[in-house]
Antibody, heavy 120, light 107 residues
């Protein structure tokens, strides 16, 4: 069965960096676009970034553009999110999500999420 | 950016009720609308794709309708296990956006 397991969350000071990972299994990872989505405490869901199956297309939310970098290693079935210059408003649960096809379709599977807390 | 307005924010239903949750888009998104169910501490579950198609394995009491800007998630004969948070997602254009969600409580 499809599994998406996020890791790498934790408490980090403002201005510092953190790298999230999402380990995928149960499907042919290289065939699907992958997204990061976040949810701040008490807030709604916010789309963060997407990478196409082969990594050639990438899009970011304006709120993270220039600070976050999405990447993937299709040989290791892993998605990453490098987060630099972190701000208090980046505090959220971060989910990775698998598209139903391509990279501009909705999600059929989500991970359980990993919590990132940006605080001094 | 496409804004999604979801209503109601909260509803309480009795087992056997029919429940409708609305999601309105600020611009035409064709049928690029999905619905999800989420319970506390769990990953969201995919229940409706492309506005009207029931995801395999989801009970047939769930249904979706709509096209363009107005969409509805319907739960017929609601059961206690359907108590959850429901939200919509538009994938017509980037940035993908989400409805703020509806918390459904079962009396």
């Amino acid at each position: 069965q499809v599994q998406l397991v996020e890791s790498g969350g934790g408490v980090v000071q403002p201005g510092r960096s953190l790298r999230l990972s999402c380990a995928a299994s149960g499907f042919t990872f290289r065939n699907y676009g992958m997204h990061w989505v976040r949810q701040a405490p008490g807030k709604g869901l916010e789309w963060v970034a997407v990478m196409s199956p082969d990594g050639s297309d990438v899009y970011y939310a304006d709120s993270v553009k220039g600070r976050f970098t999405i990447s993937r290693d299709n040989s290791k079935n892993t998605l990453h999110l490098q987060m630099n210059s972190l701000r208090a408003e980046d505090t959220a649960v971060y989910y990775c999500a698998k598209t139903t096809r391509g990279y501009n379709y909705g999600y059929d599977y989500w991970g359980q999420g990993t919590l990132v807390t940006v605080s001094s | 950016e496409t804004t999604l307005t979801q209503s109601p924010a909260f509803m309480s239903a009795t087992p056997g009720d029919k429940v409708n949750i609305s999601c309105k888009a600020s611009q035409d998104i064709d049928d690029d609308m999905n619905w999800y169910q989420q319970k506390p501490g769990e990953a969201p579950i995919f229940i409706i794709q492309e506005a009207t198609t029931l995801v395999p394995g989801i009970p047939p009491r769930f249904g979706g309708s709509g096209y363009g800007t107005d969409f509805t998630l319907t739960i017929n004969n609601i059961e206690s296990e359907d108590a959850a948070f429901y939200f919509c997602l538009q994938h017509d254009n980037f940035p993908f956006t989400f409805g703020p969600g509806t918390k459904v409580d079962i009396k």
